[in-house]
């Protein structure tokens, strides 16, 4: 599968977890993240996971900031995205199967990296189930593009 990973500063510890997870896993990552705990803007690496995740370039997208809910509230202005600010594994679960989220959020401060790797668990083995969730998708509003 193809993933594509961003972070900011404040995501950099969890953006290692994720890659590794990600690579022992077989997945192809496209990295869009920061390389440095350095401070940097972390929309300008979000809207290219986002992208990504809306022209068909990757499967799904991968963010970490400090909480999370940058990331998450950036991505989530992208038309097609269904961004989730996952910080345990039930929400990432239910997440991917009654919100079809195609980009998971992590909160890089709060989650400790056997969280981390547990999140990613629920998030990649779930699938959408459709049906009543489907129609409830079809009425999100599309957003206007940044």
């Given at each position: 599968m193809k993933v594509a990973v961003g972070n900011d500063h404040a995501g950099y510890r969890i953006?290692?977890?994720?890659?590794?997870?990600l690579m022992e896993r077989g997945h192809e990552v496209l990295d869009f993240g920061s390389?440095?705990?350095?401070?940097?803007?972390?929309?300008d690496h979000v809207h290219p996971v986002a992208e990504?995740?809306?022209r068909g370039d990757a499967e799904v997208g991968i963010l970490v900031c400090g909480t999370g809910q940058g990331v998450s509230m950036t991505a989530n202005k992208h038309q097609e995205i269904r961004a989730a600010l996952c910080w345990i594994p039930e929400i990432a679960s239910l997440s991917r199967s009654h919100n079809d989220a195609n980009i998971l959020c992590l909160p890089g401060r709060y989650v400790e990296e056997n969280v981390a790797k547990d999140i990613l668990d629920a998030f990649f083995s779930t699938e959408f189930e459709g049906g009543r969730h489907e129609r409830r998708i079809r009425k999100l509003p599309v957003p206007s593009r940044p």
């Open positions: 953006r290692q977890v994720v890659l590794e997870w390389a440095s705990p350095e401070s940097v803007d972390y929309p990504a995740v809306k």
